[in-house]
């Protein structure tokens, strides 16, 4: 009870400072502006990437040993003490921590090998951190409103070339890690880049094309327009788009709160979702798909590199899961709308005289639905086991890029015959519906053949390591003693078992 009641209390603490840092971001940008036209967008850049991404990225260092930790029941971050009076005997959530690794990496030793080519080798961490951090420049986390009477938009860049952007800049960070391998005359790192490059290039196929199903249903490339905006959200009167539309509505008589199914781009493509997130995900290059960096094959693009330099590679990892996660939130989850009563929200007399105090808001619901992707990813890098070269290239070329193109000619018949949408987002609660389907009866499956035959007693987790220290199951082991001895495969599986 006292660990729920600590995570809940830092959850209340993590959104009380979203809401403060987005309250600060409207005002100052409604400041600057009556000084300088366009200079918000200045703000912006200050505090959305700096503050809210390398704040966040940084933080994410502990966040993944404080709930891999809690995920494996053991005791997480909690060695390192601030020498101070009161404080020398508190682990401060493991915050002395990060504070150390900072303070490791801007003073340990900058070591270049000998070999090395140096312009390349000072290059690598550069090209693998900057294209990473610039694309959250187009990701809107916040809605366009007036404050002191003047227009403030909550995004750093607005191109019209929006998803384009996306792709252009994210291709970059394959040069990160080639160079890295490559530069370092190491051939573990040579291996490691290679497996990145090869890796990334591949997934970005399966990126693109998950993507294409989305931009014909919403008819834009432009990350704005696919978030839309709510009725009179500007007191313009125009029509509800993008994901704050709905696809059906229903509004109670009388009644002023609007309630119904949104078009957010997870209805109307699940499959893309799900292929954008994969592949998302394995650019990354986190468990399950960290070969690029097996530790135990020493094979990392970046054995060579120290100090800033290595943590520069580091927190890029970090920062990709922010970004990732405000780009699914933008493209699929509605962005900063509420799933229902957006329009209501809009339409308060308070939103409307201070518009600071309505953006604050909708920014706080979209860096908490980042903030649930984030941790979704760290669930996820604890979870699965890192997956061989091989089944990484499998699942990218035959599994999602075949997919990918289904999901295109399903999505252009679809639009093409029901332009509203409807039509689509049926398919897409079909979609669903068959994935819940086929979840819920491998877990009755399995639930129901646990306990059975002679490895019945290692089925519920009394297993052996190997020579190698990997925990195999028991049945595993009952095989291969009736393999070895067929007369005594009962025998085997018994001792197995126990």
Do not use: C
């Amino acid at each position: 009870m006292k660990r729920v009641t600590t995570i809940l209390f830092w959850f209340g603490v993590m959104f009380g400072a979203f809401a403060v840092h987005m309250l600060l971001a409207y005002v100052l940008g409604g400041v600057v502006e009556g000084v300088f036209p366009g200079a918000s967008r200045l703000t912006n850049m200050l505090i959305l990437m700096l503050a809210f991404v390398m704040g966040t990225a940084s933080l994410l260092t502990v966040a993944e040993r404080k709930w891999s930790s809690l995920m494996q029941n053991r005791i997480g971050p909690n060695r390192a003490r601030i020498h101070l009076p009161g404080l020398k005997d508190k682990a401060l959530v493991g915050i002395p921590h990060f504070l150390a690794d900072g303070a490791k990496m801007l003073f340990k030793e900058d070591f270049i090998p000998a070999t090395a080519n140096k312009l390349l080798y000072n290059l690598g961490p550069m090209l693998a951190f900057a294209p990473v951090f610039a694309l959250f420049a187009v990701v809107p986390a916040g809605p366009t409103v007036k404050v002191f009477d003047h227009t403030v938009d909550m995004v750093v860049a607005t191109p019209d070339f929006g998803l384009l952007y996306v792709f252009a800049i994210a291709s970059l960070a394959v040069y990160g890690t080639s160079l890295a391998g490559w530069s370092s005359n190491n051939k573990f790192a040579l291996l490691g880049g290679v497996r990145a490059a090869s890796q990334m290039i591949s997934y970005e196929v399966a990126l693109g094309l998950s993507l294409v199903g989305l931009m014909m249903a919403f008819s834009t490339v432009q990350l704005p327009s696919f978030v839309g905006h709510v009725t009179n959200e500007l007191g313009s009167g125009a029509a509800a788009s993008g994901q704050a539309a709905y696809l059906w509505r229903f509004t109670p008589e009388g009644s002023t709160f609007d309630f119904g199914i949104p078009a957010w781009g997870f209805l109307l493509q699940p499959l893309g979702f799900f292929l954008f997130f994969a592949a998302a995900f394995a650019e990354t290059k986190r468990a399950p798909f960290d070969t690029p960096e097996g530790e135990s094959e020493i094979i990392g693009y970046f054995v060579e590199y120290s100090g800033m330099k290595f943590g520069l590679f580091m927190i890029s990892e970090f920062v990709e899961i922010v970004v990732l996660s405000g780009l699914i939130v933008v493209l699929f989850f509605g962005g900063y709308h509420l799933p229902f009563g957006g329009e209501w929200l809009s339409n308060l007399a308070v939103m409307k005289e201070y518009g600071w105090l309505y953006g604050a808001v909708l920014g706080t619901v979209f860096w908490a639905k980042v903030m649930f992707f984030v941790w979704l990813q760290l669930a996820i890098r604890w979870t699965f086991l890192r997956f061989r070269y091989d089944q990484i290239q499998t699942l990218g070329w035959k599994i999602l890029l075949p997919a990918g193109l289904i999901n295109v000619f399903a999505t252009g018949a679809l639009v093409l015959w029901d332009p509203s949408l409807r039509a689509l987002a049926l398919f897409g609660l079909l979609q669903i519906g068959v994935l819940v389907a086929l979840t819920m009866s491998s877990a009755k499956k399995e639930e129901g053949t646990e306990g059975h035959g002679h490895g019945g007693h290692g089925a519920h987790g009394h297993g052996h390591d190997d020579a190698h220290g990997h925990g195999l199951p028991a049945h595993a082991h009952a095989a291969h003693a009736a393999d070895s001895h067929p007369a005594g495969a009962h025998s085997g599986a018994t001792a197995a078992s126990h």
